[in-house]
């Protein structure tokens, strides 16, 4: 079992990552080996101490460098669910467990909003995790809505074990050439459920198809954390980053404004040294 777990690769991670790893602690990170698609991004960034007017990719490459200078492995894999143990916590990626006395939640905010329905009626029809619904489809139709390019490699091992995939795509460059895959334009409005189809609502048309998976690179913290407090989208901390669920700590966008770096590097290195003392008081 693990100290504990982090879930995020974005500043607040990194520095959450770099601290533990500092102070001899055994932990799993979970998130993308390219980091933050948010950093990746930036034009330029000119808040940063001690980078003056660096460029995404260039803060990158500064911060692998230091994660593979003090060789932390970082475990890319999208987690699908945090669920408390009464004694520890255990998280779910794909059909793979792991298990941890704490955690510490870095999960950015999300790119593209809940749409009607979609809370609703996840588990019954809507998934957010290709690996683990998909046999579910096996021989049938399916919705897949992508947020991101990164999430096509889910969408062909999906396209293998169903009938149909309709393949609503959020961005550009798509790669998608499949026989059985239509790709199609459009912005998702609302999800229903009638006569045990799923029906997926667009600005000029409506989908039925069997299942509907939203491929995104963050879900709602509620969802992914049962019980976890939250307030207009942001999960709530205090100042040790200390949510309401005993051993669980969150840090960076997803606990509120302002979407810095800065802010969250110190709320990464606030909520490691509040993983510490939680730790010692188990003892």
């Known amino acids: 079992m693990f100290d504990t777990i982090i879930i995020g690769t974005g500043p607040a991670g990194i520095s959450a990552a770099l601290t533990l790893k500092q102070l001899n602690k055994n932990f799993l990170w979970i998130g993308s080996k390219s980091l933050s698609y948010k950093i990746n991004s930036a034009e ?13 990719t260039e803060m990158k490459n500064v911060f692998l460098k230091q994660i593979n200078e003090m060789e932390i492995e970082i475990l890319e894999a999208q ?12 998280v779910l990626c794909g059909n793979d467990q792991y298990e941890a006395k704490s955690i510490i939640l870095g999960l950015g905010v999300e790119s593209v909003k809940p749409i009607e329905g979609e809370i609703e009626l996840l588990g019954q029809g809507v998934s957010y995790c ?8 096996k021989g049938k139709d399916i919705t897949v809505v992508s947020t991101s390019k990164e999430f096509e490699h889910e969408a062909k091992y999906l396209a293998e074990l169903a009938n149909k995939v309709t393949y609503i795509a959020l961005y550009k460059d ?16 609302k999800i229903e459920k009638e006569n045990k189809k799923m029906k997926l609502t667009l600005a000029d048309s409506v989908i039925e198809s069997d299942g509907i998976f939203m ?13 976890l407090e939250a307030a207009e989208g942001h999960i709530v901390v205090d100042r040790q980053q200390k949510t309401n669920l005993k051993g669980v700590f969150a840090a960076g966008d997803c606990t ?14 606030v909520a490691a040294h509040s993983v510490v003392n939680y730790l010692n008081s188990l003892k």
């Open 44 to 56: 330029k960034i000119r808040n940063y101490p001690g980078l003056p007017s660096i460029s995404g």
């Open 79 to 90: 987690v699908t669910g945090v669920y408390d143990l009464s004694t520890h916590y255990a």
């Open 130 to 137: 290709a690996t683990c619904d998909g046999f579910l489809y």
């Open 174 to 189: 798509i790669d998608m050439n499949l026989n059985n895959v239509t790709v199609i334009k459009g912005m998702p409005k």
């Open 215 to 227: 491929l995104k690179a963050a879900i709602s913290p509620a969802v992914l954390v049962p019980g």
């Open 256 to 269: 509120g404004r302002p979407y810095q770096y800065t802010k969250a590097v110190g709320e990464g290195n």
